[in-house]
């Protein structure tokens, strides 16, 4: 069974930057794609980006693209979203999430493992 383990969370003023990490364990890594949410307090859970971990390929939401950045590392089985230019209404809990359906994405339900969150606060 896969297991995720995020941080990089923080407290961070508007305008800065973070870089979020989730460790990855478990067998058959290259099977899942892997997700970044984030869910604000009283919110639906946002997705964010994800990447196919086998081939790369990414997928941003419009609203952080050029913003945001998700990335892999094979030999340190991590995934990394890097966020610039944050904004105070980023501040939420993010997650990250894996699946083995290719068709998960920005489908939240879709993705049966996650990661316990990690909190990002954006001072204005």
């Known amino acids: 069974q896969v297991q995720l383990a995020e941080s990089g969370g923080g407290l961070v003023q508007a305008g800065g930057s973070l870089r979020l990490s989730c460790a990855a364990s478990?067998?058959?890594?290259?099977?899942?794609?892997m997700g970044w949410f984030r869910q604000a307090p009283g919110k639906e859970r946002q997705f964010l980006a994800a990447?196919?971990?086998?081939?790369?390929?990414?997928y941003h939401t419009d609203s952080v693209k050029g913003r945001f950045t998700i990335s892999r590392d094979f030999v340190k089985s991590t995934v990394f979203l890097q966020m610039s230019t944050l904004k105070p209404e980023g501040t939420a809990i993010y997650y990250c999430?894996?699946?083995?359906?290719?068709?998960?994405?920005?489908?939240?339900?879709?993705?049966?493992?996650w990661g316990q969150g990690t909190q990002v606060t954006v001072s204005s």
């Open positions: 999430a894996a699946s083995r359906s290719m068709e998960a994405l920005s489908r939240p339900s879709l993705y049966n493992i």
């Open positions: 478990g067998p058959y890594l290259s099977t899942y794609v």
């Open positions: 990447i196919r971990w086998s081939i790369g390929s990414t």
